[in-house]
């Protein structure tokens, strides 16, 4: 797909509400929601999670969606920079230490039409170490909010906050570079996103005592996925038939960013055919970011590449990428997301 994405045809009045999904932290299975959540995550920092966050939002946008864009970096929040946003006077950090503050309080303008933000906790100590109360506020709040997609960029790393950010998401969008401690990294990222998913479901299947012995057990038997839901129906078939169908939801969406050769192109289909048949789970290819100077270069004007500099490879290979997850949540045909 070339240049900027074309909005479909009554594109927000087109999208069918979907049911939440089954496994999410406590209290918010049924509380309302947007009708699609994104949340970009990696292993490691300085792999590009911004920037993709930044782009996907205004290809969103672009295409006639309401987009949220959140920066749920709680420990390092930069994504209005990247928008051009001048530091705003409020933000996650004022809502979650204030019962006062309602978050449509904090939500801003990016100059983007039909694209808004929420700017990050400032106070890094606090924030980095939210409150497991505090982070349901939040949450709360956010699956909360009348838009098409809610888009939230996640810190590196595998805290719980952000694991838990990940996984409330329709898209669980993981960002690795072509680089082989970065794919490492991103393997340890899925294997702690599965794990603190069973978690959340464990006490529903009885498999508490499994996954505690899966999370502090270095040699043995549960080193994967796959091998816990094997465990699990050894134990109690009808309850690892269970489990096993509840977690087919489990499924990564992997962007390859900075590709700078045809090998790297190809790193994300092989490390979703690894991860299929090594962890016995399904994750999705979304494609490929060339590595481009135009992308650094929008960074340090403040704009995304998107609309700096539409026309290069970066803002194509972004462009696709948004196509695809609109293709996914049947926004867009399947034809418009090819190149």
Not at 47 to 58: E, F, H, P, R, Y
Not at 185 to 198: I, S
Not at 209 to 215: G, H, I, K, N, Q
Not at 256 to 277: E, F, P
Request: charged share 20%; net charge positive.
């Amino acid at each position: 797909m070339r240049g900027a994405l074309k909005p479909a045809p009554s594109a927000t009045a087109s999208i069918t509400p979907v049911p939440t999904p089954s496994a999410g932290p406590p209290g918010l299975s049924k509380r309302a929601r947007p009708r699609r959540v994104i949340a970009v995550g990696g292993g490691k920092g300085g792999i590009g999670k911004t920037l993709v966050s930044a782009n996907l939002g205004v290809a969103l946008a672009q295409a006639g969606m309401r987009v949220l864009l959140v920066d749920a970096d709680l420990g390092g929040a930069n994504l209005h920079t990247c928008l051009g946003v001048g530091q705003p006077s409020a933000t996650l950090s004022d809502f979650v230490r204030s019962n006062k503050v309602q978050l449509e309080n904090i939500i801003i303008p990016t100059g983007v039409p039909q694209l808004s933000l929420i700017a990050g906790a400032q106070d890094v100590l606090d924030a980095a170490n939210i409150k497991y109360a505090q982070k349901q506020k939040l949450l709360r709040s956010l699956l909360a909010q009348p838009v098409d997609y809610l888009l939230l960029d996640l810190g590196a790393g595998t805290s719980f906050n952000t694991l838990d950010f990940f996984l409330v998401a329709d898209h669980g969008v993981l960002v690795v570079l072509p680089e082989p401690t970065a794919v490492e990294n991103a393997y340890r990222f899925v294997k702690a996103a599965f794990f603190r998913r069973l978690q959340q479901v464990e006490a529903q299947y009885g498999i508490e005592d499994l996954v505690e012995s899966a999370l502090t057990t270095r040699e043995g038997a549960l080193r994967t996925p796959h091998d816990f839901i094997a465990q699990v129906r050894q134990q109690d078939p009808a309850a690892g038939a269970r489990l096993e169908r509840d977690l087919q939801s489990f499924r990564i969406r992997l962007v390859v960013n900075q590709a700078r050769t045809d090998a790297d192109l190809s790193v994300g289909g092989a490390v979703v055919s690894a991860w299929k048949k090594f962890f016995g789970l399904e994750m999705d290819d979304l494609g490929a970011i060339r590595y481009d100077d135009e992308a650094w270069r929008a960074v340090r004007r403040r704009r995304p590449v998107l609309l700096e500099r539409p026309d290069s490879a970066a803002a194509q290979g972004l462009q696709r990428i948004a196509a695809r997850i609109l293709t996914l949540d049947g926004n867009i045909s399947s034809s418009a997301s090819t190149p």
